[in-house]
């Protein structure tokens, strides 16, 4: 079964800070999908990346960065110079070749403080 | 512009009622969910349809019922049989399998 973990349940910041979000996740897999999504006060959840198993070079979006480690099962997600509008809930999520269903992880709520 | 409905935005259910959220898609994907999500739970899987008229219950799916006529609608219907229903409720849709989801803006029900 395939399971994420998102061991930090709040995180507070003040601005301009750099911040990283830590998911562990486990699946007997060896083809699948790991994915960030962020969602505002809104509630709707916006799709930042996604990564196959495959590929583990790193990317870099603007402030945003994600470290995937297949040796230690770990896809982080850091800001760098946080902003007030990065404060949100964010979730790390993944699905297996097999039945291809996302799971989420329960989610790590950012504050950034001005 | 293309994306998932979802309604309405804000739903009171009195005990023992039924209650249907509307889930909506102009996307021409084939993958419709529902998830529920309670505040440090994440989202749950409730119900899950991969084609029209076919659909599997979720890790949570008791106390819910769905159905999938048409591509675009994947309605979720909470029966009187959930006990505990107050939550916020996301739709989601993938075009296929393996790749990123899309959500709606969410339902929240409350019991009252």
């Known amino acids: 079964a395939q399971k994420v973990t998102q061991a930090q349940t709040e995180i507070s910041v003040v601005e301009k800070e750099d911040v990283t979000l830590d998911c562990v996740y486990e699946?007997?897999?060896?083809?699948?999908?790991l994915f960030w999504y962020k969602q505002p006060p809104s509630g709707e959840l916006v799709f930042l990346i996604r990564r196959n198993s495959f590929d583990e070079q790193n990317e870099i979006s603007g402030r945003y960065s994600w470290n995937f480690q297949k040796s230690t099962s770990s896809f982080n997600f850091t800001i760098t110079a946080s902003q007030v509008v990065d404060s949100a809930v964010y979730f790390c999520?993944?699905?297996?070749?097999?039945?291809?269903?996302?799971?989420f992880g329960r989610g790590t709520s950012l504050i950034v403080h001005p | 512009d293309g994306g998932i409905t979802q309604s309405p935005k804000y739903l009171f259910r009195k005990e023992g009622q039924n209650v249907t959220l509307s889930c909506e898609q102009n996307?021409?994907?084939?993958?419709m969910y529902w998830y529920r999500q309670d505040p440090g739970q994440g989202l749950r899987l409730i119900y899950y349809?991969?084609?029209?008229?076919?659909?599997q219950k979720g890790d949570i799916a008791e106390g819910y019922s769905v159905s999938r006529e048409k591509k675009e609608s994947f309605p979720l219907t909470v029966t009187s049989a959930q006990k505990n229903p107050t939550a916020f409720y996301l739709c989601a849709s993938t075009p296929w399998l393996g790749t990123e989801a899309f959500f709606g803006q969410g339902t929240r029900l409350t019991v009252v």
């Open positions: 996307l021409n994907h084939d993958a």
């Open positions: 999520a993944l699905s297996e070749e097999g039945s291809y269903i996302p799971t």
């Open positions: 349809s991969q084609i029209v008229n076919d659909f």
């Open positions: 699946t007997r897999d060896t083809t699948y999908y």
